[in-house]
């Protein structure tokens, strides 16, 4: 016998078509609109992301909100209930539907699998969707209630509640530590914290060597010394770089503070290179972008070109890495050398918080797989070693004989 709620709703037999959309408009004021599956303008979104760039976040941040809203009213489309009627049942209703469905596929796409990549050791996207997607998700569909709510254009009850507290606040708190916020969403999935992976040098090397252009070596030598996010870097102009100090200044993704990164000289050696084969092709002013694309007509290089250059190299080798490993890649170099202040590593990746700084103090997978497997040689030679001593040879181990009076009451020690 099927199960179903108190309104009947099978989430079985669900089915949550892919229609709406989210378009870009470029128009700074509003860069993405969502639109419902009469091709209209979703309003309530559209006057939420306005407050978000009101606060500060970026286009970017902007967009990825909004594809969780996109989500949300998709599934509210397919149950046929208005957003701001929304309760907490269908709140739940979704929780559950994005933690046990499988993603929606593009056709013809290839098929997705959770497991581990022979190369990198990472784990593909697999068909579910991630615990940190359903947590952002969880975030941003609260956020966006409580605006309205506020806004008085909403639910009086937001259908994303924070959890019951079931004890007295801050109980058991160590007082040396800075009190925080201890409720979260109810229907927020456990965060599992993830070890950044960084790419081993010899690995490195070889990827390095599938790159098909100036400009792409030029890319990833400044990604992997810099630690600069793949956008931060994307977002340099003409003038940003200076080799005589070898420093290219960036523009931090959640500050939007501008800051001077040290690279490495081969970074700036591959970049001279890519500047003098695009001389004359494009504009060279202080304002103008500093990468292109290398066909005509030249535009200014977007993330998802240079996502797909790297995965063109990733292909020829077999392997999953992200653009974001080579920040990790460059985060983990800098925090194992011994003559380098974590302070520094934090300064250059712009962590808020040194804790953010410290994962990179981590053991790397490769290192402790490695480490394992030589303590079970090291194992398996001691005890054959132990195998080969005669049973009528004395162990140079024993009890200190004072020890033993103590313990049995037959003296003092």
């Not at 504009?283 to 995965?311: I, K, Q, V």
Request: with cysteine.
């Amino acid at each position: 016998m099927i199960e179903r709620d108190v309104q009947g709703r099978d989430l079985r037999t669900l089915v949550v078509p892919r229609v709406g959309s989210l378009v870009e408009t470029s128009d700074v004021w509003e860069p993405y609109w969502l639109l419902d599956p009469a091709a209209t303008v979703v309003e309530p979104v559209v006057v939420y992301l306005k407050d978000l760039q009101a606060s500060g976040r970026p286009a970017t941040t902007q967009r990825s909100y909004a594809m969780d809203l996109l989500r949300w009213f998709r599934f509210l489309w397919a149950v046929e209930v208005p957003w701001d009627r929304a309760t907490r049942d269908e709140a739940r209703d979704f929780s559950r539907w994005i933690q046990l469905s499988d993603k929606p596929r593009r056709t013809g796409a290839p098929a997705v699998s959770a497991v581990p990549n022979p190369v990198t050791g990472k784990a593909g996207p697999g068909r579910k969707y991630a615990s940190a997607t359903r947590g952002h998700s969880e975030t941003v569909l609260r956020g966006f209630y409580d605006f309205h709510a506020d806004a008085g254009s909403g639910p009086v009850v937001n259908p994303f509640p924070l959890a019951r507290r079931g004890r007295r606040p801050h109980a058991h708190h160590n007082p040396m530590d800075l009190h925080r916020n201890e409720r979260s969403g109810l229907y927020r999935p456990r965060h599992v914290q993830r070890v950044p992976r960084c790419i081993p040098d010899e690995k490195f090397n070889e990827l390095f060597a599938q790159l098909g252009s100036h400009r792409d070596r030029a890319l990833v030598a400044f990604w992997v010394s810099t630690g600069a996010r793949a956008s931060e870097l994307l977002g340099a102009h003409y003038g940003d770089a200076d080799p005589g100090q070898q420093l290219i200044t960036v523009v931090r993704k959640g500050t939007r503070a501008i800051q001077q990164l040290p690279a490495s000289p081969d970074a700036f050696v591959w970049l001279r290179l890519y500047q003098a084969q695009m001389y004359g092709l494009v504009p060279t002013g202080a304002d103008d972008p500093l990468w292109w694309t290398l066909r005509r007509p030249f535009r200014e290089l977007g993330y998802h070109a240079a996502y797909r250059m790297f995965n063109r190299a990733n292909a020829a080798l077999g392997a999953n890495w992200s653009l974001h490993d080579l920040r990790h890649t460059a985060a983990y170099r800098m925090a194992r050398d011994p003559d380098m202040l974590l302070t520094d590593v934090q300064w250059v990746l712009g962590h808020a918080h040194l804790s953010a700084t410290q994962l990179y103090l981590t053991p790397l997978t490769e290192d402790v797989i490695a480490d394992v497997l030589a303590h079970h040689a090291r194992r398996s030679a001691g005890t054959s070693t132990k195998a080969t001593v005669s049973a009528d040879e004395p162990s140079s181990l024993s009890y200190r004989p004072e020890s033993l009076n103590v313990l049995f009451g037959e003296g003092t020690a």
